[in-house]
């Protein structure tokens, strides 16, 4: 079935789909290592790329090829390519984008590993990096040098909840010939598509929102163009980062009900952010669904939605935040985000907790910063159990 004209909750449900021998209704599990030829011919039109047959799992599979055609239809791109965890799929756009001497600059309340590695390991082989709130592209064109070679965004960012104008970075990238990833893990496709702006990368970690159950780890990359794909998919094969069939097929599973998760966490979260906002214990609460956001306009112009992720400042900083992890029952104290169960955290003595203060605060990660992801829990429930606990401390 072509499904490129489909609307978005069909191409969840048959977008990527393989037929085989026995009619499954699902994709299949091929959990295998390695593919048997037909014959000798065979097998060297397979390595030749004569034949779109199958080699080896770390090079291809029928049910990973399935999540990798899902993704691609989901974000409108040519192709998607299926890594091992979130870090699986920076790493690989890393490695296979940049070179010795390249500069990239990327958000600076960035998700905190992806901008570890880059500080602390490609750095040492003579890549360099800054980061700024991209919030304002001002930042990323003083920031630009004759070596820029990337510019690498979240929005919205992690933890600070702040956006990045899309469509703005990718005609400031356009104009220079740089390529432009961005970290669509808080959004998923179904409320924002970076390459429909002109962006050139798109990545999730799809063990959040896009598989949406808490029980496997896994990235994917979707290119706008072919080029890339040729760039990026022997990267990650070189890398070893590539997806197992089973994660493969539990991402698809997970994602025939994105929507109807997003929508019901969506219509959690603006309760939730409410309730906060007016709370005399809450600084401030950052979630584009509130007018009060500093983009909320922006929000409406590049997402579908404002999502389910809140961040919010205790009053009281460090112990306040520390407090409230202590007295709630119901969210869960766990990193990760973008499951069917709400969670909490406090960055600045868990996540951060190792990061410099003035790093970390320079950022906007403040000691009573709160973050979390809203669940599909009765609403009613989740703030009684968010009141009970501020009242504690």
């Not at 401030?284 to 999502?307: F, I, N, T």
Request: aromatic fraction near 8%; charged fraction near 20%.
């Amino acid at each position: 079935m072509d499904t490129k004209d489909l609307g978005f909750d069909s191409k969840l449900i048959h977008s990527g789909q393989i037929d085989d021998q026995f009619g499954s209704a699902t994709v299949p599990i091929y959990q295998t290592s390695t593919f048997r030829f037909r014959d000798a011919d065979h097998g060297a039109a397979c390595f030749s790329g004569d034949s779109d047959g199958y080699i080896y799992t770390r090079l291809n599979n029928p049910t990973i090829d399935a999540l990798e055609r899902l993704a691609a239809s989901l974000e409108n791109g040519y192709r998607g390519i299926a890594c091992s965890s979130g870090m699986g799929a920076v790493n690989t756009i890393y490695s296979g984008v940049l070179k010795q001497g390249d500069h990239m600059i990327s958000t600076d309340a960035v998700y905190g590993p992806s901008r570890v590695v880059m500080e602390k390991h490609y750095s040492k082989y003579g890549i360099e990096s800054s980061y700024v709130d991209t919030s304002n592209p001002d930042n990323i064109i003083k920031e630009i040098r004759p070596q820029t070679r990337m510019i690498y965004i979240e929005t919205p960012a992690n933890p600070t909840m702040s956006l990045t104008d899309l469509k703005a970075v990718a005609e400031i990238a356009g104009e220079r010939g740089i390529i432009t990833v961005a970290d669509n893990t808080f959004c998923s496709p179904y409320l924002q598509k970076p390459l429909d702006f002109g962006f050139d990368i798109v990545f999730h970690s799809v063990t959040k929102f896009m598989n949406g159950h808490a029980d496997i780890v896994g990235g994917v990359i979707v290119v706008k163009q072919r080029k890339l794909d040729s760039i990026l998919r022997p990267m990650m094969i070189n890398l070893g980062c590539n997806m197992d069939p089973h994660q493969a097929y539990m991402v698809i599973r997970g994602l025939k009900t994105l929507s109807v998760r997003m929508e019901k966490a969506q219509q959690n979260a603006i309760k939730v952010a409410r309730f906060l906002e007016v709370h005399p214990k809450v600084a401030w609460v950052k979630y584009p669904g509130l007018e009060s956001h500093p983009q909320y306009e922006l929000a409406r112009s590049q997402m579908d939605g404002p999502g389910a992720m809140i961040s919010f400042e205790m009053k009281g900083g460090l112990n306040a935040g520390k407090n409230l992890m202590n007295k709630v029952s119901l969210p869960l104290l766990a990193v990760s985000l973008g499951g069917v169960e709400s969670l909490i955290q406090h960055p600045a003595s868990m996540t951060h907790s190792k990061v410099d203060k003035s790093s970390r605060e320079e950022s906007g990660i403040t000691d009573g910063l709160v973050r979390f992801s809203v669940g599909i829990e009765n609403p009613e429930d989740i703030i009684t159990d968010l009141e009970r606990a501020m009242e504690n401390v």
